[in-house]
């Protein structure tokens, strides 16, 4: 199956390099106001869903013109358009998701865009955000970080301990060892390789790539 990619409603530093993660035959998907960063690329999402509090006229226009499927959602709700973006991915069978735009000014609304990727129901999927200058992605067994060498990948140990954590090409190995969620070990190593792996026996580890601009 393709991939899906849910465009948030956050910062992107750079179009250019965002438009470097896509895929022939992603399926396009807007949380609300994400509509804007899909139209700015000159992408249309086959499906919008939100509220629609952040769409304007010309969006609107926009998408009419293109056929996409607009869900909307009263205001009220428990949920944020990004989890029901989400939800609506994983209901339609998909397991590899890119999530773009999801990092932006407000810290409540990054943490909890992570915070619903460590659902224990996306533990076999490979979900990740990515703004095309940073990827963030939790994993709970073993996963690869791909880049160039100098680009920062930050493993931060999420809601208690990390055991056992193994590394294979970053600059100040781990073998075997235990981060804690209250010291900062696991910041600003580096990548020497174009593939670096990482593998660990218990815990949820939150991977941070930061890629270097000038690659």
């Known amino acids: 199956m393709s991939r899906a990619v849910i465009f948030l409603n956050g910062h992107i530093p750079d179009l ?35 509220d629609l509090d ?3 006229g010309e969006h609107r226009r926009l998408l009419d013109a293109a056929s996409t499927e607009i869900r909307q959602v009263p205001r009220d709700k428990d949920e944020t358009d990004f989890e029901l973006a989400l939800h609506y991915a994983v209901d339609a ?6 999530i773009v735009a999801a990092l932006g000014d407000r810290l409540d609304q990054t943490l909890g865009n992570l ?17 095309g200058v940073e990827e963030a992605f939790f994993t709970r067994s073993s996963c690869q970080v791909r880049g160039v060498a100098g680009d920062l990948v930050s493993l931060i140990p999420w809601g208690g301990e990390v055991t056992g954590i193994a590394t294979i090409g970053l600059r100040w190995p781990l073998q075997g060892e235990t ?37």
């Not at 010291?183 to 890629?211: C, F, K």
């Open 93 to 98: 069978g998909y397991h590899e998701i890119l």
């Open 179 to 215: 981060l804690y969620p209250y010291q900062t070990r696991g910041i600003s190593n580096e990548l020497l390789v174009e593939t670096a792996t990482i593998s660990l026996r218990s815990g949820l580890l939150l991977v941070v790539h930061s890629r270097n601009r000038q690659s």
């Open 16 to 50: 250019e390099l965002v438009r470097r993660l896509f895929h022939p035959g992603d399926m396009l998907l807007a949380a609300d106001g994400g509509t804007r960063h899909a139209l700015a690329l000159g992408l249309a999402p086959s499906v919008v869903i939100g």
């Open 54 to 56: 952040s769409l304007t």
């Open 115 to 131: 915070a619903l990727l460590t659902d224990l129901r996306l533990s076999t999927f490979d979900v990740r955000l990515d703004d």
